[in-house]
Every structure is written in structure tokens, then in C-alpha cells.
DNA sequence: ACAATACCGTTGTATTTACAACAGAATGGA
DNA sequence: TCCATTCTGTTGTAAATACAACGGTATTGT
């Protein structure tokens, strides 16, 4: 776990502490890490999870598969993002979606309780770290809002463009890359990758943008 | 503000503290009281907030309204729910939804850094209302997966029975009302008034499910 | 009590989307 | 390098949805 530490130092979640408490911290809270292959399964729909996660290396899909084998991706999970924190709450019930690693993958789990319930002046970071969390979990539920708002448009093209631009101002960039395939940015956004591409190359045609794989640029 | 005192009670984020506590905490965190009237703007589209909300009367709902005036709703907000929590981080930027009453309603406004910042050991209380809206914001968090788990199915009816297959659950009871309108409904769920209609319509016609009013019942 | 407004279901038509199939390009492994 | 696999764009057709319009029924306010 050592080797991932000073990743953490670069999380939202550690904001503002040292590598060394890091260190304190992880053994006290008892956190520990897990390797995923690509393709292996994190977190599986039905069970049940009482920590909080963070990603320190590879990247991860929140998806859902359907009976017959149609999928929707609800997140991309990147380096230092946390997962699982819809469900920190007792009584959260099960996972309802599962979580997926797109490329090889190290994952680090918390004890949400030890974090939250420990007195906070245990360790002298340990006050940081809460306050951290609680705006982490605020900034998931943001993007979970503005995916909402993707979802909302009623049109294929609408929601491509949705999208595209929020990813435009969050890269700070008319041009930019997404994490997705297509197959996998139709899945995101619930639509048929057919029709998806159609439209994609209708926009160009009419240039509204230009893309090349999955780099992009809006004009 | 001091009439609110006994709801307050009942709610999640003042889980466990007495009333007397909460009077106490309400001037120590500063929290302030609004009174709207069904059909005010409780907080506009493209404003800053940094408060976490709760509503101790009436009823919300979080909505949009493009260009041409088509609305969609994010979500439903009742009597000791919170709202505006994915803001409360800094930088959090501007809100992207409107909050409108949709009956006369009664607002409490804490200042978020205050509850976060200080010192929990100031209140006897203060540490469990961390804890609570902590866990608050999680379980939001998890209703709008939800949400999203049923804005991501493809057609009218699958979205109709994924949201009311939740009702059901939620109300524990295959009978249930919902706090929305047939205009509502479908703006909330992003389909068309009228195809909704249908939908339902033929359903019952199925022997899937029966309705009156907004009040339903899956067979 | 009555008028005005809002709500709901229904229908028909125009538009959009989903689905299936395919070919060329890119990618990855042996 | 070559073969197999994946990825992408394109097309045509079937199916679903959006849109507009309407009448009947509640609801609201005066």
C-alpha cells in the first residue's frame, strides 16, 4: 500500500496532509488494498458494502447489465476518485449496480465507521479527512446531478451535446477526450450506439464538431 | 423558527437529539427560517449556496425549464428532507436547477461550514448531527443512482414500472400514491405526457398494474 | 353556484429511435 | 507478419415516441 501513498497524497480526500500522517492514518483506520485484473469484478450488484473506496490506479465502470445483456454505464471511476459512497449510510441496503475494472486496477478500502466515528482528535489530520469526505461526497452527488441533467434531454443529439460541453468546461478545453468508446458513450447515455454514430457524423457534416476517436472538439 | 422544533426532531439529520438541543443549536449555527408561498422560487437556477437546506412545511420540487419552456423535474422534496447539499463544497460552482414551492412551504438555512468547522465537542449534539447529515447526503446520493437507474431504461413503460416498482418498495406496500401529477410524472421520468398516458393505460388494460388519481397498485 | 382553469385520457400523424446487418479500419495476439 | 477480434460508421426497415388537438371531468376561486 505504500507505493500508493503519495497518489493519495494527491486525492481530494487527503487534501492538506502529509504523506507521513497518510501513512498513520491508513494503518488506523485499518484500511486495506486489493489488485483487480482487467475485466474483474470490484463490487457485485446484491452484495453488500460498508466501506468507502478510493481508486489508486486503473479506472473502473459502475454498469449494470440487463436480462438480456444490454448495458448502462451510470460512472467512469478515474485515479483518486472514491466509489461506493451511496451506501455509507446504515440501513443503505445493497449495491444496485456492479463495479467493473476497465483496466488493471489497485482499489483501497475504509471502514466508513472509523473514519466518521472516531474522535477527531485522535489523529491531528483525522478532523481534515472528515471535512474532505463530507465535500467529496457533495461533489459525487453534483455529478450525479448533471448526469441527470444529460439524461433529461429528450434527443439523441441533445444529449451528446449535453455532455460534450460539460466535458468541454471540465477540461477547461474546446478540445478534449473522454473515457469512453462509443459503444460505451452510448451506454453512458443510454442510447443506441447506431444512431449515436449517425448523429455524431451528422453534427461534423454540419459543423457543430469535430472528433477523432475519443478526442474531441466543439466549435 | 421555534414551532419547527418537533419536525425537526423527526428528521434524519436531527436523528437522536432532543429538542432542547436543537433549539440550542438552531441560534449556535445560525440557521435562518423563509416562509414561500406555493408557486415561489426558493433558489434560482445560476446562484451560489452555501447552505444545506431542510424543509419543515410544504413541498419542493427541483426542476429546469429550457428555451421553449419544456420542464423537466429532478426531484421531490418533502417535509424534512434536505436539499442543495450537492453545493456545499467550495467551488461547487453555481446551482443548475431551479427549487420551486409547490405548496406554501417552510425553509431552515444552516451555514454548512459552520456545522462542519466547529468543534464538535462544543455541542454534546454537534458530533451526531455531523454524522447524520453525513449520512443524509449518502442516502441522496443513492436515490439519485436510483433516479438515474430508471432515466437509463429505454422505453416509456420500462421507465413507468422501474419508478413505480420503487414506490412500491419504498412504501413498502404494493398500493401507494405519489407526489406527482400525470404532467409531473412524465417530466420527472423525461417521456411524453400523453405516450404516458398511453402507456398506462394499456398496462392496466394488461392486468400489470390499476390507478386512480395518483394513487397505484401493481398486480 | 358558476365560470375559468387545470387535469387526464385518447387519437392520428410526423418524427425519431431502435435494431439488424455489413464493410472497412484499427487493434491485439500468436 | 498475419489472422482474429474489436471498433466504427453507414444504411434500410420496423417500432416507438413526440407533438398537436380535442372532449370530458375535476378543481379552484369568486
Given amino acids: 500500500m505504500k507505493e500508493y501513498v503519495s497518489i493519495l497524497k494527491k486525492t481530494k480526500l487527503f ?3 502529509g504523506e507521513e500522517e497518510i501513512s498513520a492514518m491508513l494503518s488506523c483506520l485499518s484500511a ?3 489488485i483487480y485484473k482487467k475485466g474483474d469484478y470490484v463490487l457485485r450488484q446484491g452484495t453488500h458494502l460498508s466501506d ?3 481508486l489508486v490506479a486503473g479506472a473502473l465502470h459502475i454498469q449494470k447489465d440487463d436480462y438480456w445483456g444490454n448495458r448502462s454505464i451510470l460512472g467512469h471511476i478515474g485515479v483518486g476518485e472514491i466509489f461506493g459512497e451511496a451506501y455509507v449510510a446504515p440501513e443503505s441496503g445493497v449495491l444496485i449496480n456492479d463495479v467493473v475494472a476497465i483496466e488493471d486496477s489497485a482499489v483501497i478500502f475504509f471502514d ?4 466518521i466515528t472516531t474522535c477527531p482528535s485522535a489523529c491531528q489530520f483525522h478532523t481534515r479527512v472528515v471535512q ?4 467529496t461526497i457533495s461533489e459525487k452527488n453534483k455529478k450525479l446531478v448533471q448526469k441527470l441533467d444529460h439524461m433529461s434531454k429528450r434527443s439523441t443529439r441533445e444529449k451528446l451535446l449535453s455532455y460534450l460541453s460539460e466535458e468541454a468546461q471540465k477540461q477547461n478545453s474546446s478540445t ?3 473515457p469512453f468508446n462509443r459503444q460505451q ?3 453512458f447515455l443510454s442510447i443506441d450506439r447506431s444512431a449515436m454514430s ?3 457524423s451528422k453534427m461534423r457534416k454540419e459543423g457543430l464538431l469535430d472528433f477523432e476517436k475519443n478526442c474531441f472538439r466543439l466549435l
Fill in 132 to 135: 474532505n469526505m463530507f465535500f
Fill in 52 to 54: 468507502i473506496t478510493i
Fill in 198 to 200: 449517425n448523429e455524431l
Fill in 176 to 178: 478534449f477526450t473522454i
Fill in 32 to 34: 486495506r488494498m486489493q
Fill in 15 to 17: 487534501a492538506g496532509v
Fill in 185 to 187: 458513450l452510448a451506454d
Fill in 112 to 115: 466508513v465507521k472509523k473514519i
